[in-house]
């Protein structure tokens, strides 16, 4: 097995990022540091040592879905004391997982979290196009003709955003309500994509990743993926 595959797999990082601790010269197999990107181990036989630090080869990843509320920072820990969705969530002592993507501050609903690197690394990463769903709620109305502005792509951050699926689900004057399906992962992208178009977001809600649905899970809660979810995931992962 590749040496990157392996960190993946054992929850260390993605693939990509796994490589970038190997040109660290932080990954020793049998004690030797590895030089070659394209080592291969045996993963029954090799010890393989992350910054001093043994890695084991596991099968039982743990799969988490949180329905996270506004007011919470999407990281492992933050410098100023914010509150972060790790609060929010409980795992085995000997375990650590880690938030799939991101979710801004005044953002709510799906985030995973798994110790799968490989498969958070699958999710996050705009080459494999898996579709993420909002639903966004703007002040006033908008035209036909801003809505295939968006569904076609808008520059946000000096680039253009991918073609995208937008449905309004309802409009009056004081606010519409949009579903907004995109398939990268940028910073703030529907926000700012609604932004580019002279629209207010007053509230934004994920509401899918992939074939993964947050349903009725309440606001600050959290639970453990079921058979059926998972299967999808390992298919995502071939």
Known sequence: MRINKFLALCGIASRRKSEQLILQKRVKINDRVVHNLATDIDPKKDIVLVDGK???FKEDFIYLMLHKPKGYITTTDDEHNRPTVMDLI?????????????LDYNTEGLLLFTDDGELANILTHPSYKIEKTYIARIKGTITSEEVNKLRSGVVIDGAKTAPCKVNILRMDEKSTRLEITIHEGRNRQVRKMLESIGKETQFLK????????????ARGKFR?????????LNELKG
């Open 90 to 102: 409980k795992v085995p002592d000997d375990r650590r997982v880690y938030p799939v993507g991101r």
């Open 206 to 217: 994920r509401i899918s990743v992939g074939k993964i649905r947050l349903g009725g899970l």
């Open 224 to 232: 453990t993926l079921n058979k059926r979810e998972i299967a999808h």
């Open 54 to 56: 043994p890695v084991h």
